[in-house]
Nanobody, 124 residues
Framework: VQLQASGGGLVQPGDSLRLSCAASGLTFSRYAMGWFRQAPGKEREFVASLRYSGGPTYYAGSVKGRFAISRDNAKDTVYLQMNSLKPEDTAVYYC??????????????????WGQGTLVTVSS
């Protein structure tokens, strides 16, 4: 299984960015997908997840209303649209795939496959 995240970069506060994560080696539509992030000196934290196209989406309180997760099962790709970015959004963003039970849909323990991460830096 490979998860290839891309789309990170340096942006200014208030800007938008879209991350992509292309999956291979798994039946993509059968897996829940999630985005997590880790800032320097901090633990990895949940950002957003969804189980299948058209299903419910889950967000961390700090990004709700600004970020949107989506997936394209035809392209085996999950996206994270990030709007109104803030300096505190600066982190390495990781995509993950798994088959979590509902109580683990927002936890790293619910996801068994991880990508390499893409760095997002929000700074003026």
């Amino acid at each position: 299984v490979q998860l290839q995240a891309s789309g990170g970069g340096l942006v200014q506060p208030g800007d938008s960015l879209r991350l992509s994560c292309a999956a291979s080696g798994l039946t993509f539509s059968r897996y829940a997908m999630g985005w997590f992030r880790q800032a320097p000196g901090k633990e990895r934290e949940f950002v957003a997840s969804l189980r299948y196209s058209g299903g419910p989406t889950y967000y961390a309180g700090s990004v709700k209303g600004r970020f949107a997760i989506s997936r394209d099962n035809a392209k085996d790709t999950v996206y994270l649209q990030m709007n109104s970015l803030k300096p505190e959004d600066t982190a390495v963003y990781y995509c993950a795939a798994g088959t979590p039970i509902i109580s683990e849909i927002m936890k790293p323990s619910g996801f068994g496959y991880w990508g390499q991460g893409t760095l997002v830096t929000v700074s003026s």
